[in-house]
Protein backbone atom coordinates (compact mmCIF):
# COMPACT_ATOMS: atom_id res chain seq x y z
CA UNK A 1 0.00 0.00 0.00
CA UNK A 2 1.43 3.47 -0.93
CA UNK A 3 1.55 6.16 1.83
CA UNK A 4 1.72 9.77 1.02
CA UNK A 5 2.81 11.61 4.46
CA UNK A 6 2.30 15.27 4.42
CA UNK A 7 3.84 17.96 6.86
CA UNK A 8 3.27 20.00 8.56
CA UNK A 9 -0.58 19.11 9.24
CA UNK A 10 -1.36 22.81 10.22
CA UNK A 11 0.75 25.87 9.50
CA UNK A 12 -0.12 29.71 10.52
CA UNK A 13 1.69 32.81 9.02
CA UNK A 14 1.60 36.49 8.83
CA UNK A 15 1.42 37.64 5.54
CA UNK A 16 4.50 38.03 3.25
CA UNK A 17 6.55 35.44 4.82
CA UNK A 18 7.32 32.38 2.96
CA UNK A 19 6.70 28.49 3.80
CA UNK A 20 7.44 25.16 2.64
CA UNK A 21 5.26 21.55 2.84
CA UNK A 22 6.35 17.95 2.15
CA UNK A 23 5.34 15.44 0.75
CA UNK A 24 6.89 12.21 1.47
CA UNK A 25 6.57 8.59 0.56
CA UNK A 26 8.79 5.63 0.90
CA UNK A 27 7.37 4.42 -2.45
CA UNK A 28 8.06 5.72 -6.00
CA UNK A 29 5.37 7.36 -8.02
CA UNK A 30 4.92 7.76 -11.50
CA UNK A 31 3.52 11.16 -10.77
CA UNK A 32 2.10 13.66 -8.13
CA UNK A 33 -0.27 16.00 -8.22
CA UNK A 34 -0.80 19.05 -5.95
CA UNK A 35 -4.59 19.83 -5.27
CA UNK A 36 -6.15 22.85 -3.45
CA UNK A 37 -9.21 22.19 -1.49
CA UNK A 38 -11.75 24.67 -0.06
CA UNK A 39 -14.13 23.32 3.06
CA UNK A 40 -17.08 21.48 1.28
CA UNK A 41 -15.84 21.93 -2.51
CA UNK A 42 -13.83 19.37 -4.15
CA UNK A 43 -9.79 19.25 -5.08
CA UNK A 44 -8.87 21.86 -7.86
CA UNK A 45 -5.82 21.08 -9.30
CA UNK A 46 -2.28 23.26 -9.22
CA UNK A 47 -0.19 21.30 -10.81
CA UNK A 48 1.70 17.79 -11.98
CA UNK A 49 5.06 16.72 -11.50
CA UNK A 50 6.31 13.55 -13.36
CA UNK A 51 10.29 13.97 -13.91
CA UNK A 52 12.25 12.85 -10.78
CA UNK A 53 14.10 16.39 -10.09
CA UNK A 54 11.50 18.37 -12.09
CA UNK A 55 10.42 21.66 -10.69
CA UNK A 56 7.80 24.08 -11.63
CA UNK A 57 6.05 27.59 -10.96
CA UNK A 58 2.86 28.86 -10.99
CA UNK A 59 3.41 32.57 -9.70
CA UNK A 60 4.62 32.55 -6.51
CA UNK A 61 4.00 28.75 -5.74
CA UNK A 62 7.04 26.83 -6.61
CA UNK A 63 6.83 22.70 -6.53
CA UNK A 64 9.56 20.46 -6.65
CA UNK A 65 9.30 16.68 -7.19
CA UNK A 66 12.19 14.61 -5.46
CA UNK A 67 15.20 12.81 -7.73
CA UNK A 68 13.90 9.30 -6.97
CA UNK A 69 10.34 10.06 -7.06
CA UNK A 70 9.21 9.62 -3.29
CA UNK A 71 8.56 13.51 -2.31
CA UNK A 72 7.69 16.67 -3.45
CA UNK A 73 7.41 20.21 -1.89
CA UNK A 74 5.72 23.29 -2.27
CA UNK A 75 7.01 26.53 -1.78
CA UNK A 76 5.27 29.92 -1.37
CA UNK A 77 6.74 32.47 -1.45
CA UNK A 78 5.12 36.25 0.26
CA UNK A 79 1.88 34.55 1.46
CA UNK A 80 -1.34 36.51 0.83
CA UNK A 81 -4.49 35.66 2.64
CA UNK A 82 -6.04 34.54 -0.61
CA UNK A 83 -3.19 31.25 -0.32
CA UNK A 84 -5.42 30.26 2.49
CA UNK A 85 -6.88 26.71 2.39
CA UNK A 86 -5.92 22.88 2.37
CA UNK A 87 -2.98 21.72 0.36
CA UNK A 88 -2.80 18.39 -1.14
CA UNK A 89 -0.89 16.15 -2.52
CA UNK A 90 -1.59 12.99 -4.63
CA UNK A 91 0.36 10.24 -6.45
CA UNK A 92 0.18 7.70 -8.84
CA UNK A 93 2.37 4.21 -8.87
CA UNK A 94 3.47 2.60 -11.90
CA UNK A 95 1.13 0.74 -13.66
CA UNK A 96 -2.15 2.46 -11.86
CA UNK A 97 -4.39 5.29 -12.38
CA UNK A 98 -5.95 5.44 -8.66
CA UNK A 99 -4.67 8.67 -6.78
CA UNK A 100 -3.26 8.07 -3.12
CA UNK A 101 -3.79 10.93 -1.22
CA UNK A 102 -2.30 12.53 2.02
CA UNK A 103 -4.14 13.94 5.01
CA UNK A 104 -3.36 17.68 3.65
CA UNK A 105 -1.61 20.68 5.00
CA UNK A 106 -3.92 23.73 6.09
CA UNK A 107 -2.65 26.60 5.69
CA UNK A 108 -3.61 30.00 7.46
CA UNK A 109 -2.60 32.97 6.71
CA UNK A 110 -2.90 36.20 8.84
CA UNK A 111 -3.59 39.62 7.12
CA UNK B 1 -13.24 26.44 -19.26
CA UNK B 2 -15.05 22.55 -18.93
CA UNK B 3 -15.61 21.30 -15.91
CA UNK B 4 -16.90 18.00 -14.23
CA UNK B 5 -20.27 18.42 -12.48
CA UNK B 6 -21.99 16.34 -10.03
CA UNK B 7 -25.46 15.92 -8.92
CA UNK B 8 -27.00 16.04 -6.17
CA UNK B 9 -24.82 18.76 -4.09
CA UNK B 10 -26.31 17.08 -1.05
CA UNK B 11 -28.29 13.64 -0.76
CA UNK B 12 -30.13 12.69 2.45
CA UNK B 13 -31.41 9.10 3.26
CA UNK B 14 -32.59 6.65 4.94
CA UNK B 15 -30.18 3.49 5.93
CA UNK B 16 -31.06 0.65 4.02
CA UNK B 17 -31.97 2.74 0.86
CA UNK B 18 -30.68 2.46 -2.63
CA UNK B 19 -28.86 5.89 -3.58
CA UNK B 20 -27.62 7.15 -7.18
CA UNK B 21 -24.69 9.71 -7.24
CA UNK B 22 -24.23 11.08 -10.79
CA UNK B 23 -21.81 12.83 -12.95
CA UNK B 24 -20.93 14.75 -16.21
CA UNK B 25 -17.00 14.22 -17.14
CA UNK B 26 -15.30 16.53 -19.02
CA UNK B 27 -16.33 15.82 -22.37
CA UNK B 28 -12.95 14.55 -24.24
CA UNK B 29 -12.11 12.62 -21.54
CA UNK B 30 -11.83 8.81 -21.38
CA UNK B 31 -10.92 7.53 -17.51
CA UNK B 32 -13.65 8.42 -15.21
CA UNK B 33 -13.13 8.10 -11.13
CA UNK B 34 -14.75 7.82 -7.78
CA UNK B 35 -13.51 9.13 -4.83
CA UNK B 36 -14.91 9.56 -1.08
CA UNK B 37 -13.79 11.57 1.82
CA UNK B 38 -15.34 10.98 5.14
CA UNK B 39 -15.50 13.96 7.29
CA UNK B 40 -11.60 15.59 8.46
CA UNK B 41 -10.17 11.91 6.84
CA UNK B 42 -8.28 12.00 3.78
CA UNK B 43 -9.70 11.35 -0.01
CA UNK B 44 -9.84 7.83 -0.39
CA UNK B 45 -9.78 6.56 -4.03
CA UNK B 46 -13.42 3.99 -4.90
CA UNK B 47 -12.88 3.11 -8.66
CA UNK B 48 -11.74 3.79 -11.65
CA UNK B 49 -13.83 3.27 -15.08
CA UNK B 50 -12.17 3.11 -18.60
CA UNK B 51 -13.42 1.35 -22.19
CA UNK B 52 -16.79 0.54 -20.28
CA UNK B 53 -15.49 -1.47 -17.73
CA UNK B 54 -14.01 -1.45 -14.19
CA UNK B 55 -10.18 -0.89 -14.75
CA UNK B 56 -9.35 -0.63 -10.84
CA UNK B 57 -11.16 -0.76 -7.71
CA UNK B 58 -10.04 -0.50 -4.12
CA UNK B 59 -11.30 -2.43 -0.87
CA UNK B 60 -13.82 0.04 0.12
CA UNK B 61 -15.74 -0.87 -3.45
CA UNK B 62 -17.28 -3.94 -2.52
CA UNK B 63 -20.65 -5.54 -4.17
CA UNK B 64 -23.08 -2.50 -2.59
CA UNK B 65 -20.99 -0.62 -4.68
CA UNK B 66 -21.71 -0.54 -8.95
CA UNK B 67 -20.99 2.31 -11.68
CA UNK B 68 -22.17 2.79 -14.53
CA UNK B 69 -21.85 4.88 -17.84
CA UNK B 70 -25.55 4.89 -18.61
CA UNK B 71 -25.11 7.19 -22.09
CA UNK B 72 -22.14 8.87 -23.80
CA UNK B 73 -22.02 11.76 -21.08
CA UNK B 74 -23.34 10.66 -17.79
CA UNK B 75 -21.06 8.28 -15.14
CA UNK B 76 -22.87 6.97 -12.19
CA UNK B 77 -21.84 5.40 -8.93
CA UNK B 78 -24.86 3.19 -6.98
CA UNK B 79 -24.73 2.43 -3.65
CA UNK B 80 -27.37 -0.53 -3.57
CA UNK B 81 -28.11 -0.56 0.48
CA UNK B 82 -26.68 2.66 2.26
CA UNK B 83 -25.31 2.47 5.68
CA UNK B 84 -24.40 5.01 8.50
CA UNK B 85 -21.00 4.18 7.63
CA UNK B 86 -21.43 5.75 3.80
CA UNK B 87 -21.87 9.52 4.73
CA UNK B 88 -19.34 11.17 3.21
CA UNK B 89 -18.35 13.56 0.21
CA UNK B 90 -18.07 11.38 -2.97
CA UNK B 91 -15.80 13.02 -5.71
CA UNK B 92 -15.82 12.11 -9.30
CA UNK B 93 -12.65 12.67 -11.08
CA UNK B 94 -12.08 12.15 -15.02
CA UNK B 95 -8.48 12.31 -17.10
CA UNK B 96 -8.01 12.69 -20.42
CA UNK B 97 -5.57 9.93 -20.92
CA UNK B 98 -2.67 8.27 -19.89
CA UNK B 99 -0.82 11.06 -18.16
CA UNK B 100 -4.02 10.82 -15.83
CA UNK B 101 -4.09 14.82 -14.94
CA UNK B 102 -7.08 14.22 -12.84
CA UNK B 103 -9.78 16.73 -13.06
CA UNK B 104 -12.74 16.58 -9.90
CA UNK B 105 -16.15 17.62 -9.48
CA UNK B 106 -17.25 20.06 -6.14
CA UNK B 107 -18.65 16.41 -4.84
CA UNK B 108 -21.74 14.99 -3.55
CA UNK B 109 -22.24 15.41 0.27
CA UNK B 110 -24.45 11.77 1.26
CA UNK B 111 -26.34 12.35 4.88
CA UNK B 112 -27.13 8.22 5.82
CA UNK B 113 -29.83 8.56 8.87
Known amino acids: TQLLEQSPQFLSIQEGENLTVYCNSS?????LQWYRQEPGEGPVLLVT?????EVKKLKRLTFQFGDARKDSSLHITAAQPGDTGLYLC???????????FGKGTKLSVIP | EPEVTQTPSHQVTQMGQEVILRCVPI?????FYWYRQILGQKVEFLVS????????KSEIFDDQFSVERPDGSNFTLKIRSTKLEDSAMYFC???????????FGAGTRLSVL
Open chain 2, 49 to 56: FYNNEISE
Open chain 1, 49 to 53: VVTGG
Open chain 1, 27 to 31: SVFSS
Open chain 1, 90 to 100: AGTGAGSYQLT
Open chain 2, 93 to 103: ASSRDSQNIQY
Open chain 2, 27 to 31: SNHLY
